[in-house]
């Protein structure tokens, strides 16, 4: 059986996003991650996430590799495991997308506070599972660069001369903006969120503003279960 998760699958409707949706009670969550079929055949779906409560934790081994972005680059290299790659790359095309509707272009570079690191969850109720990080299998988002067009390119992709200036985005600063540009910033990250959550073969778990500890970025990764939690 593959228990509560599974439900989540309608969860990608744009109108579930309206606030959080879903924070799954620890019982059925522990059962979730320890029965979860590998529907999707993701690599990573059959390693166990379950570890003991107390001392070091001990992460699976996976196959990492270095990236660097390609429909658009990362600020920094980032760690993560093989499969997590072909995700950042359909995650890049679709930054690329809602960019390029919002501003006639794509940022040149995203924001981001790395993919592997061996840790447990940081809510405190699932301290015995392992953190999508600890995997590779997880990226934190934090902001995306946009540079400086010129006067001939803005004129030919009809971007209006606010638009032409480079300008940083970043969830801290403009997920509940409502004035002048920052407004403008703010539906780019909603629109963004909305359709990665719509996607069903780029992310599981969509998460950022109004769940616990992500007031300032998003966090996206392939676990075996579903949980999109943010509140528009
Ligand atoms: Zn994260």
Redesign the pocket.
Known sequence: MIGKPTQLASLTAAAALIAAVWIAPASSFAKSATAVAPAAGYPLDNIPRMVSKRGRVRCPKVKLVRYRGSTVRYSSRITVFKGFKQRLKRFERIVKQVATEVYGRAPYRIRH?GGYSCRRMGTRAYRDFI???ALGN???VYGFDFSWVSRRKAKRLNIGRRMRRPFRITVKKHWKATRGMGKVHARFLRVLFKRLAAKRNVFTVL?GPGYPGHSD?F?F?VAPWRLVSIDM
């Open positions: 506070w953190s999508e990080h997880a990226i934190d998460l970025h966090h990764d």
